[in-house]
DNA sequence: TGGGATTATTTGGGCGTCAATGGGTATATG
DNA sequence: CATATACCCATTGACGCCCAAATAATCCCA
């Protein structure tokens, strides 16, 4: 499976190191597993993470949006000057940058979430909220979580 | 025959393990048959699973909206990071999340109900009586149920 | 068409492998 | 030389694989 799904809770030990779940190492192309890019979630208090391969796929996002607005500026420096590239040793264990970890109110113990072509880093009580409350609000639109859910091709 | 269709009845072992019903391990694509895709389903307490493919092609649909609007996160969220997935073992038995079985309410032993394009997991007695409520539902409607029964194009 | 034989499926359990975690030591880097 | 990080090895528990028994479904022939 070349996607990150699901949710795993691992802890940081005294080191300062965390395993990247095994079935996320998988999701990594074959090429290159043993790199990752981490950088602050523009969005929630959460660190994103994904294969150093995706930063292409975000230049593109990023350079979909009108060149000359404030937003390009924006996303523009803060992800791409934030970016982090970080190694993951043969245990499948990496370190998480301080700056992030405070970014991130993480400590001891770390949540990943899958989030398809990337995952998520969050301290657990807060990812969990943060799942619970996108729930809640797609809810209100039952439909269209069916429909992403059941519709067929 | 590509559908999940009928119903079974399997015991969980000491292990945890279940029988995926054989009929719905054929029901898989033949590529991939060792590995399923489970989630919470948004209308019933319920478990809901089918084989990885749709989760490639939902991981498609979702990729094509606005990556920086709220919607994205949301539906990213409570997709892919709810989504389990699980292997199935050569006899064609596979584990259900601690996580799931609460929600269903399963103990010792599930139902399986085919959906055509996916099937449900049920503690057995709320999965018979969710059909029988369903039925009834259905048969107050009898007028529309024959027509959809019996109609020609 | 009944009923025993054959095959498929479900279920049970032993055991090896792998993932997560912990810690020692070498090596790099400033 | 001190701190940080990578590599190596060890431990634990969970999971996958293998083999086998029990149960269910199917076949086949008298």
Redesign the pocket.
């Known amino acids: 499976m070349d996607l990150f799904v699901s949710k795993?809770?691992?802890?940081?030990?005294?080191?300062?190191?965390?395993?990247?779940?095994?079935?996320?190492?998988?999701a990594l192309p074959k090429t290159n597993r043993?790199e990752i890019i981490l950088y602050k979630s523009i969005k929630s208090s959460s660190i994103e993470g994904c294969g150093v391969g995706r930063l292409k796929e975000i230049a593109k996002r990023i350079n979909n949006l009108d060149f000359f607005s404030e937003d390009y500026d924006d996303f523009s420096t803060s992800i791409f000057s934030e970016i982090i590239t970080?190694?993951v040793?043969?245990?499948?264990?990496?370190?998480i940058?301080e700056e992030l970890k405070l970014y991130a109110g993480i400590k001891t113990?770390a949540a990943f979430f899958g989030q398809g072509h990337f995952f998520q880093i969050w301290e657990p009580k807060q990812g969990l909220k943060n799942t619970e409350d996108s729930r809640r609000r797609l809810l209100k639109e039952k439909k269209s979580l069916r429909m992403m859910l059941t519709q067929q091709k």
Chains 1, 2 share one sequence.
Not at 8 to 26: M, Q
Request: cysteine-free; glycine content about 6%; proline content about 6%.
């Open positions: 795993y809770f691992n802890k940081i030990d005294k080191k300062g190191r965390i395993s990247l779940p095994s079935s996320f190492r998988n043993n970080t190694n040793d043969k245990e499948g264990r990496f370190l940058p113990e």
